[in-house]
């Protein structure tokens, strides 16, 4: 690396470029995307089928819906047992995906726990959400942190706020709770 | 329950080798707040070096949850109280995408404005601090000095110096007035020169090189296993920019380059803060060149946020990379659930395996090349 004259620019870097327009058709900036004059609140017209699966999203074993990414801030989603939610971790990981977050969701009415793991791809700018639920009694799913190291934290983390359990995660301390708490304070059941 | 840890006294090649438990923080001016690192050393050698995070949580995701969007809003700037701007942004983004409100030009160019000074700010407290970290003084009060311009600048429009709630859902608060705009054109001008000083000062220092390059490498790979964005991923080649990847608000409508650089050391990360400082010098001036005329705040915004029932994300790119917000609505007033993805935690994650066998000085080089603010981890 040259510092005598640093030029701290593009060149020399065999980096891909990003071709996000070319792969996000709505992903235009979402304000002026829409047409002016559109009320809110329009008559109940039929709901527009989803978007169609980004073509590098469809070709994973993982059942991808498109989604409106002006409306969503997401190209695809996919529900998945909570069994699956590893193998789907693998697909995407072997699709280049980074992960972005995991985190639960308390549906106390339903009775579950949901947990979303949200992906980015760092070439594409792709984004793909992959959601679990399981019953709300006894929320478990297998760790990812074997195919993302990063979920370790993201993993304690949900497991601090919801007391998910994520089996085979090995560290059981907790992350950004006290290391004595016995609450959970994003359960919605939770009272202080 | 806390694991075991290879303390203990081995023999290796007939000579006993001990290693020891230090902590590092949670109060040590090397982790830039009340961060703690726990230590195993092997002499000057790290063997493990376990980040422990949530000494200033704050449970904002819970605030989230127990309030109106309106009223959780200002929460959004205390966050990352560095970048502030940005993290509003996000918040007011998801609102406004969900409810499909059309953001004047005007305000959408006043965002980006002030987002981008305020990454400058950002910045110039990172490379005073990570100077500072690497035992050059002088720097910092350069850098102070700079930033106290901008923080005028913004404080003049905002009313606040840190902590902004400049942006609402649908606009901007309130307009800009000439002397902001004024005295913005004067400080691009300054900058540039100063930049160019900070270089001649810095970055060609054999010192400063001696202590960053080569060392701390993050490999592409790495920062992708853990999500790890902003100038990390950027300094391992990688060109990922919120602001290109998923374009939001007015920066389609800018000429800007993603700064990279593909030597993935500590060197490599400061190198891209540097150049982005010069890259966001280029976006507002554009901006002011182009700034549109009309008003900054949209009609018909409903002064009951009610958002229709789903989820909704929004990403920015921060000055410490990808932040994003995650809404799930049950329709009502109050936010069913509020994630906040915040780049530092996922930027600090990969410490733990970029640090082993480091030097413990080094290590502490590659913890200032990350730029991290801690409430930005324990949220």
Redesign the interface.
Known sequence: ?N??S?N???N???????P??AV?PA??????A?P?G?P?SAPAAPPPPPPPVPTALAALPVPFQGAD??????HADATVAPGEVVAAAAAL?QA??????I?G??WLAQGQMEV?Y?Y?H????L?A?VRARAPRENPEFPTISKV???A??HERETRD?FDIHFTGQ?????????EDATYH??RKDFTS | MIPKEPTGVTIVDGVPRETFVINLGPQHPATHGVLRVKLTMDGEYIVRAEPVCGYIHRMQEKMGENRTYAQFLPNTSRIDYLSAMTYTHAFVGVVERALKIQVPPRAEYIRVITSELNRISSHLVWWGAFLLDLGGFTPLLYAFDDREKILDLLEGITGARLTYCYYRFGGLCNDVDDQFLQGTREFITLMRSRLKMYRELVTGNIIFRKRVEEVGTITFETCRKYGASGPVIRGSGVPYDVRRAEPYSAYPEFDFEIPIRSECDSMARYLVRMEEMVQSLRIIEQALDKLPAGPVMADKVPRVLKLPAGDYCYAVEAARGRFLVRIVSDGKEIPYRVKLRTPCLSNLSLFEEASQGMLLADALALMGSLDLVIPDIDR
């Open positions: 690396m510092l005598s640093p701290p620019g593009n020399g870097a065999p980096a891909p470029a990003v996000a327009r996000t992903a235009a900036p979402a304000a002026p829409l002016p559109r809110a990414f002006a409306l969503k801030g997401f990981d280049g995906f980074a992960l972005d977050t985190t969701v308390d979303v949200d980015f760092p070439v594409t700018g984004r959400v993302f190291p990063g370790n934290w706020f090995s560290n059981l301390t907790p992350f950004l709770l006290p304070p994003l």
